[in-house]
Protein backbone atom coordinates (compact mmCIF):
# COMPACT_ATOMS: atom_id res chain seq x y z
CA UNK A 1 0.00 0.00 0.00
CA UNK A 2 1.30 3.52 -1.07
CA UNK A 3 2.31 5.64 1.87
CA UNK A 4 0.06 8.42 2.40
CA UNK A 5 0.05 12.11 1.28
CA UNK A 6 2.39 14.29 3.77
CA UNK A 7 -0.36 16.50 3.87
CA UNK A 8 -2.77 13.48 5.90
CA UNK A 9 0.21 12.62 7.72
CA UNK A 10 0.92 15.96 9.17
CA UNK A 11 -2.99 16.42 9.72
CA UNK A 12 -2.98 12.93 11.60
CA UNK A 13 0.26 13.82 13.82
CA UNK A 14 -1.59 17.58 14.88
CA UNK A 15 -5.10 15.58 15.55
CA UNK A 16 -3.09 12.64 17.16
CA UNK A 17 -1.31 14.96 19.67
CA UNK A 18 -4.16 17.66 20.28
CA UNK A 19 -6.34 14.43 20.62
CA UNK A 20 -3.94 13.08 23.52
CA UNK A 21 -3.85 16.41 25.26
CA UNK A 22 -7.74 16.67 25.27
CA UNK A 23 -7.80 12.74 26.39
CA UNK A 24 -5.68 13.66 29.34
CA UNK A 25 -7.89 16.53 30.70
CA UNK A 26 -10.76 14.60 30.67
CA UNK A 27 -12.75 14.49 27.34
CA UNK A 28 -14.59 11.80 25.81
CA UNK A 29 -15.77 10.36 22.65
CA UNK A 30 -19.58 11.78 21.65
CA UNK A 31 -21.63 10.64 18.64
CA UNK A 32 -23.23 12.98 16.28
CA UNK A 33 -25.46 11.38 13.97
CA UNK A 34 -26.25 12.10 9.79
CA UNK A 35 -29.72 11.15 8.31
CA UNK A 36 -29.22 7.85 5.95
CA UNK A 37 -30.58 5.89 3.57
CA UNK A 38 -31.54 2.31 2.40
CA UNK A 39 -32.80 -0.47 0.03
CA UNK A 40 -34.81 -3.18 1.39
CA UNK A 41 -31.82 -5.19 1.42
CA UNK A 42 -29.14 -2.96 2.84
CA UNK A 43 -28.81 0.42 4.93
CA UNK A 44 -26.18 3.29 4.59
CA UNK A 45 -25.47 5.08 7.90
CA UNK A 46 -23.81 7.75 8.81
CA UNK A 47 -22.11 8.94 11.86
CA UNK A 48 -19.23 10.56 13.50
CA UNK A 49 -17.26 10.51 16.78
CA UNK A 50 -15.48 13.66 18.31
CA UNK A 51 -14.09 14.37 21.55
CA UNK A 52 -16.15 16.42 24.27
CA UNK A 53 -15.78 17.57 27.35
CA UNK A 54 -19.59 17.02 28.26
CA UNK A 55 -19.56 13.27 30.11
CA UNK A 56 -22.05 11.47 27.61
CA UNK A 57 -23.62 9.65 31.07
CA UNK A 58 -24.88 13.43 32.03
CA UNK A 59 -27.01 14.07 28.90
CA UNK A 60 -30.67 15.42 29.32
CA UNK A 61 -33.44 14.38 27.15
CA UNK A 62 -32.49 16.03 24.20
CA UNK A 63 -30.89 13.72 21.58
CA UNK A 64 -28.51 15.01 19.66
CA UNK A 65 -30.27 16.48 16.72
CA UNK A 66 -32.38 18.28 19.07
CA UNK A 67 -29.70 19.67 20.95
CA UNK A 68 -27.55 20.98 17.95
CA UNK A 69 -30.75 23.04 16.65
CA UNK A 70 -30.45 25.09 19.60
CA UNK A 71 -27.99 27.06 18.71
CA UNK A 72 -29.46 28.31 15.38
CA UNK A 73 -27.35 31.95 14.92
CA UNK A 74 -23.97 30.52 15.40
CA UNK A 75 -21.15 31.60 13.20
CA UNK A 76 -19.77 28.84 10.62
CA UNK A 77 -16.48 28.95 11.50
CA UNK A 78 -17.80 26.87 14.88
CA UNK A 79 -18.68 23.63 13.36
CA UNK A 80 -14.88 23.60 12.25
CA UNK A 81 -13.38 23.01 15.43
CA UNK A 82 -14.14 19.67 16.04
CA UNK A 83 -11.15 16.87 17.63
CA UNK A 84 -12.22 14.05 16.12
CA UNK A 85 -11.49 10.06 17.53
CA UNK A 86 -9.94 7.95 14.96
CA UNK A 87 -10.06 4.42 15.31
CA UNK A 88 -12.99 4.50 17.36
CA UNK A 89 -15.65 0.89 17.72
CA UNK A 90 -19.16 1.66 16.88
CA UNK A 91 -21.95 -0.16 17.03
CA UNK A 92 -24.82 0.25 14.26
CA UNK A 93 -27.99 -1.60 14.90
CA UNK A 94 -31.07 -1.14 12.45
CA UNK A 95 -34.22 -3.57 12.22
CA UNK A 96 -32.62 -7.28 12.95
CA UNK A 97 -29.55 -6.10 11.56
CA UNK A 98 -26.64 -5.06 14.04
CA UNK A 99 -23.02 -4.55 12.60
CA UNK A 100 -19.65 -2.58 14.06
CA UNK A 101 -17.26 -0.89 13.02
CA UNK A 102 -14.60 2.02 13.21
CA UNK A 103 -14.09 5.51 12.70
CA UNK A 104 -12.20 7.06 10.07
CA UNK A 105 -9.53 9.22 10.01
CA UNK A 106 -11.76 12.25 10.33
CA UNK A 107 -13.70 10.21 13.20
CA UNK A 108 -16.38 9.66 10.37
CA UNK A 109 -18.43 6.45 10.34
CA UNK A 110 -20.15 5.50 6.71
CA UNK A 111 -21.33 2.11 7.16
CA UNK A 112 -23.73 -0.40 4.80
CA UNK A 113 -25.95 -2.34 7.40
CA UNK A 114 -27.04 -5.25 5.23
CA UNK A 115 -30.03 -7.27 6.36
CA UNK A 116 -32.38 -4.99 7.76
CA UNK A 117 -35.68 -6.91 7.14
CA UNK A 118 -37.75 -2.99 7.18
CA UNK A 119 -40.35 -1.91 4.91
CA UNK A 120 -40.28 1.27 2.68
CA UNK A 121 -40.09 4.26 5.05
CA UNK A 122 -38.60 6.18 7.61
CA UNK A 123 -37.08 4.50 10.62
CA UNK A 124 -34.63 4.76 13.00
CA UNK A 125 -31.19 3.18 13.22
CA UNK A 126 -29.09 3.44 17.14
CA UNK A 127 -25.50 4.14 16.40
CA UNK A 128 -23.57 3.42 20.37
CA UNK A 129 -20.03 3.92 21.47
CA UNK A 130 -18.66 1.28 24.45
CA UNK A 131 -18.47 4.20 26.80
CA UNK A 132 -22.67 4.90 26.46
CA UNK A 133 -22.78 7.43 24.35
CA UNK A 134 -25.20 6.34 21.70
CA UNK A 135 -27.42 8.55 19.13
CA UNK A 136 -31.02 7.95 17.18
CA UNK A 137 -30.07 8.50 13.30
CA UNK A 138 -32.91 8.72 10.87
CA UNK A 139 -32.83 6.13 7.67
CA UNK A 140 -35.31 6.36 4.60
CA UNK A 141 -35.45 2.95 3.36
CA UNK A 142 -36.39 3.66 -0.26
CA UNK A 143 -39.48 2.14 -2.04
CA UNK A 144 -38.62 -0.67 -4.06
CA UNK A 145 -41.69 0.84 -6.71
CA UNK A 146 -40.07 4.31 -6.93
CA UNK A 147 -39.45 5.05 -10.59
CA UNK A 148 -37.96 8.55 -10.15
CA UNK A 149 -35.42 10.15 -7.41
CA UNK A 150 -34.84 13.64 -6.99
CA UNK A 151 -30.66 14.35 -6.34
CA UNK A 152 -30.16 18.18 -5.78
CA UNK A 153 -27.16 20.31 -5.28
CA UNK A 154 -27.11 22.68 -2.14
CA UNK A 155 -24.70 25.37 -2.81
CA UNK A 156 -25.98 28.25 -5.48
CA UNK A 157 -28.79 26.01 -6.15
CA UNK A 158 -30.97 25.81 -2.99
CA UNK A 159 -29.25 28.51 -1.28
CA UNK A 160 -26.77 31.14 -2.22
CA UNK A 161 -23.63 30.87 -1.76
CA UNK A 162 -21.91 31.88 -4.20
CA UNK A 163 -19.04 29.41 -4.58
CA UNK A 164 -16.44 28.54 -5.70
CA UNK A 165 -14.55 31.37 -5.10
CA UNK A 166 -12.56 30.91 -2.23
CA UNK A 167 -12.58 34.68 -0.30
CA UNK A 168 -16.58 34.51 -0.91
CA UNK A 169 -17.26 31.06 0.00
CA UNK A 170 -14.76 31.34 3.33
CA UNK A 171 -16.41 34.48 4.39
CA UNK A 172 -20.34 32.81 3.51
CA UNK A 173 -19.14 29.65 5.73
CA UNK A 174 -16.95 30.48 8.10
CA UNK A 175 -17.97 34.47 9.03
CA UNK A 176 -21.43 34.88 8.41
CA UNK A 177 -24.71 33.87 10.37
CA UNK A 178 -26.60 30.89 9.03
CA UNK A 179 -29.67 33.01 9.97
CA UNK A 180 -28.96 35.16 7.07
CA UNK A 181 -28.19 32.51 4.26
CA UNK A 182 -30.01 33.25 0.90
CA UNK A 183 -32.81 30.75 -0.65
CA UNK A 184 -33.16 30.26 -4.11
CA UNK A 185 -36.79 31.24 -5.05
CA UNK A 186 -38.61 28.82 -5.87
CA UNK A 187 -36.78 25.76 -5.36
CA UNK A 188 -38.82 24.48 -2.53
CA UNK A 189 -41.83 24.83 -4.10
CA UNK A 190 -40.63 23.09 -6.94
CA UNK A 191 -39.70 19.88 -4.54
CA UNK A 192 -41.96 19.96 -2.39
CA UNK A 193 -44.70 19.70 -5.83
CA UNK A 194 -42.50 16.50 -6.97
CA UNK A 195 -42.42 14.80 -3.65
CA UNK A 196 -46.69 15.36 -3.28
CA UNK A 197 -47.13 14.45 -6.56
CA UNK A 198 -44.86 10.66 -5.88
CA UNK A 199 -44.49 10.28 -1.78
CA UNK A 200 -42.55 7.29 -2.86
CA UNK A 201 -39.91 9.38 -4.58
CA UNK A 202 -36.24 9.63 -3.20
CA UNK A 203 -34.53 12.80 -2.49
CA UNK A 204 -30.69 13.69 -1.93
CA UNK A 205 -29.28 16.79 -1.28
CA UNK A 206 -25.40 16.21 -2.72
CA UNK A 207 -22.75 19.00 -1.76
CA UNK A 208 -19.59 19.24 -1.37
CA UNK A 209 -19.39 20.80 1.57
CA UNK A 210 -18.10 19.74 4.62
CA UNK A 211 -20.17 17.26 7.43
CA UNK A 212 -19.07 20.01 10.04
CA UNK A 213 -22.17 22.44 8.08
CA UNK A 214 -24.81 19.85 7.79
CA UNK A 215 -26.18 20.59 11.46
CA UNK A 216 -26.68 24.07 9.92
CA UNK A 217 -27.71 23.15 6.58
CA UNK A 218 -30.58 20.87 8.02
CA UNK A 219 -31.64 23.55 9.73
CA UNK A 220 -31.93 26.08 6.60
CA UNK A 221 -33.75 23.28 4.31
CA UNK A 222 -36.09 23.02 7.33
CA UNK A 223 -36.60 26.85 7.86
CA UNK A 224 -37.28 27.20 4.41
CA UNK A 225 -39.88 24.13 4.39
CA UNK A 226 -37.93 22.11 2.03
CA UNK A 227 -38.69 17.89 1.81
CA UNK A 228 -36.35 16.04 4.70
CA UNK A 229 -33.61 13.65 2.44
CA UNK A 230 -30.36 12.39 3.25
CA UNK A 231 -27.66 14.70 2.69
CA UNK A 232 -24.09 13.31 1.32
CA UNK A 233 -21.21 15.59 2.22
CA UNK A 234 -17.55 15.19 2.37
CA UNK A 235 -14.80 15.73 4.59
CA UNK A 236 -12.71 19.03 3.74
CA UNK A 237 -8.69 18.92 3.57
CA UNK A 238 -5.63 16.32 3.00
CA UNK A 239 -6.32 12.64 2.00
CA UNK A 240 -3.79 10.43 1.38
CA UNK A 241 -3.15 11.37 -2.31
CA UNK A 242 -2.99 14.93 -1.89
CA UNK A 243 -3.99 18.05 -0.21
CA UNK A 244 -7.32 19.04 -0.82
CA UNK A 245 -10.49 16.24 -1.67
CA UNK A 246 -11.89 16.87 -5.25
CA UNK A 247 -15.71 17.94 -4.84
CA UNK A 248 -15.96 17.09 -8.26
CA UNK A 249 -14.85 13.47 -7.74
CA UNK A 250 -17.09 13.60 -4.91
CA UNK A 251 -20.17 13.95 -6.55
CA UNK A 252 -19.24 12.02 -9.19
CA UNK A 253 -18.52 8.77 -6.87
CA UNK A 254 -21.71 9.03 -5.11
CA UNK A 255 -24.32 9.33 -8.02
CA UNK A 256 -22.53 6.25 -9.32
CA UNK A 257 -23.40 4.72 -6.66
CA UNK A 258 -26.83 6.07 -6.12
CA UNK A 259 -27.34 4.32 -10.14
CA UNK A 260 -26.06 0.96 -9.03
CA UNK A 261 -27.43 0.80 -5.74
CA UNK A 262 -31.00 2.01 -7.08
CA UNK A 263 -30.84 0.83 -10.51
CA UNK A 264 -34.86 0.79 -10.96
CA UNK A 265 -34.88 4.74 -10.58
CA UNK A 266 -34.30 7.47 -13.29
CA UNK A 267 -33.01 10.37 -11.46
CA UNK A 268 -34.08 14.32 -11.76
CA UNK A 269 -31.02 15.75 -11.35
CA UNK A 270 -30.64 19.51 -10.39
CA UNK A 271 -27.75 21.69 -9.67
CA UNK A 272 -26.41 24.88 -10.95
CA UNK A 273 -23.93 26.51 -13.62
CA UNK A 274 -21.64 28.05 -11.27
CA UNK A 275 -19.60 25.32 -10.91
CA UNK A 276 -19.44 21.69 -12.53
CA UNK A 277 -22.71 20.59 -11.92
CA UNK A 278 -23.67 20.58 -16.20
CA UNK A 279 -20.52 18.38 -16.67
CA UNK A 280 -20.94 16.02 -13.80
CA UNK A 281 -24.46 15.59 -14.97
CA UNK A 282 -24.46 15.32 -18.50
CA UNK A 283 -21.67 13.19 -18.06
CA UNK A 284 -23.50 10.52 -16.54
CA UNK A 285 -26.63 11.30 -18.45
CA UNK A 286 -23.85 9.92 -21.69
CA UNK A 287 -22.80 7.01 -19.09
CA UNK A 288 -26.16 5.85 -17.80
CA UNK A 289 -28.62 7.30 -20.48
CA UNK A 290 -31.39 4.87 -18.83
CA UNK A 291 -30.75 6.19 -15.15
CA UNK A 292 -31.31 9.67 -15.97
CA UNK A 293 -34.64 11.38 -16.41
CA UNK A 294 -33.53 14.95 -16.77
CA UNK A 295 -31.11 17.57 -16.09
CA UNK A 296 -32.36 20.78 -14.60
CA UNK A 297 -29.60 23.91 -14.02
CA UNK A 298 -30.47 26.96 -12.40
CA UNK A 299 -28.84 29.75 -14.30
CA UNK A 300 -26.90 32.18 -12.11
CA UNK A 301 -26.92 35.67 -12.57
CA UNK A 302 -24.28 37.68 -14.64
CA UNK A 303 -23.12 39.25 -11.35
CA UNK A 304 -23.79 35.34 -9.55
CA UNK A 305 -21.21 33.67 -12.79
CA UNK A 306 -18.53 36.35 -11.81
CA UNK A 307 -18.77 35.99 -8.07
CA UNK A 308 -18.82 31.88 -8.48
CA UNK A 309 -16.57 30.96 -11.58
CA UNK A 310 -15.18 34.63 -12.95
CA UNK A 311 -17.02 33.80 -16.25
CA UNK A 312 -20.19 36.14 -17.30
CA UNK A 313 -21.64 33.66 -19.01
CA UNK A 314 -21.57 29.98 -18.92
CA UNK A 315 -19.59 28.46 -22.05
CA UNK A 316 -21.49 25.58 -24.26
CA UNK A 317 -19.42 22.89 -23.08
CA UNK A 318 -20.34 23.93 -19.12
CA UNK A 319 -24.50 23.58 -20.33
CA UNK A 320 -23.88 20.14 -21.16
CA UNK A 321 -25.03 20.60 -24.66
CA UNK A 322 -24.11 16.41 -25.19
CA UNK A 323 -26.00 15.23 -22.49
CA UNK A 324 -28.61 12.40 -23.12
CA UNK A 325 -30.59 13.81 -21.50
CA UNK A 326 -33.44 16.73 -21.27
CA UNK A 327 -31.32 19.79 -20.27
CA UNK A 328 -33.94 22.30 -18.72
CA UNK A 329 -32.69 26.06 -17.43
CA UNK A 330 -34.12 28.67 -15.96
CA UNK A 331 -33.22 31.06 -13.20
CA UNK A 332 -35.10 29.84 -10.20
CA UNK A 333 -37.12 27.14 -8.86
CA UNK A 334 -40.58 28.28 -10.43
CA UNK A 335 -39.17 28.51 -13.99
CA UNK A 336 -37.83 24.84 -13.61
CA UNK A 337 -41.07 23.56 -12.38
CA UNK A 338 -42.71 24.68 -15.30
CA UNK A 339 -40.19 23.49 -17.98
CA UNK A 340 -40.89 20.23 -15.83
CA UNK A 341 -44.06 20.33 -16.13
CA UNK A 342 -44.45 21.41 -19.98
CA UNK A 343 -41.53 18.40 -21.04
CA UNK A 344 -43.99 15.79 -19.23
CA UNK A 345 -47.20 17.08 -20.77
CA UNK A 346 -44.94 16.41 -24.41
CA UNK A 347 -44.42 12.78 -23.22
CA UNK A 348 -47.41 12.50 -22.98
CA UNK A 349 -48.90 13.69 -26.13
CA UNK A 350 -46.33 11.41 -27.69
CA UNK A 351 -47.04 8.45 -25.98
CA UNK A 352 -50.64 8.29 -26.09
CA UNK A 353 -53.35 7.75 -23.48
CA UNK A 354 -53.05 4.05 -24.37
CA UNK A 355 -49.61 3.76 -23.98
CA UNK A 356 -48.36 5.46 -20.45
CA UNK A 357 -44.85 5.07 -19.16
CA UNK A 358 -45.71 5.33 -15.27
CA UNK A 359 -42.07 4.98 -14.74
CA UNK A 360 -41.00 8.07 -16.63
CA UNK A 361 -41.99 11.61 -15.64
CA UNK A 362 -40.28 13.59 -18.29
CA UNK A 363 -39.02 12.33 -22.09
CA UNK A 364 -35.13 12.91 -23.46
CA UNK A 365 -36.35 16.03 -25.55
CA UNK A 366 -33.82 17.76 -27.54
CA UNK A 367 -32.42 20.81 -25.97
CA UNK A 368 -33.87 22.92 -29.09
CA UNK A 369 -37.33 21.84 -27.75
CA UNK A 370 -36.12 22.75 -24.05
CA UNK A 371 -34.78 26.10 -25.15
CA UNK A 372 -38.16 26.85 -26.98
CA UNK A 373 -40.09 25.88 -23.57
CA UNK A 374 -38.04 27.93 -22.01
CA UNK A 375 -39.28 31.04 -24.32
CA UNK A 376 -42.66 30.16 -23.62
Not at 254 to 274: C, K, M, N, S, T
Amino acid sequence: MARPHIAARLEDSVRARVGSSLVKRGWQQRLFGYTGYASTERARVFARVVLSRHDPHERTALTHAQDSLLDIAQRGWRVFLTAPEVGAEVVVRMGRATVTTTSDRGGYVDVEVPGHGLAPGWHDASVSLPNGDSVTVSVHVVDPEAEVGLVSDIDDTVMITHLPRILIAGWNTFVRSEMVRERVPGMGSMYRALVAEDPRMPLFYLSTGAWNTAPALTRFLRRHDYPVGPMLLTDWGPTNTGWFRSGQEHKERELRRLVAEFPHIRWILVGDDGQHDPVIYGTLAAEHPDAVEAICIRELTPAEQVLSSGLPVATDELLGKRAKAPMLKAPNGYGLHQLLVAARQRRREVDGPATPDPGSGLAAVPDAEVEEGEDA
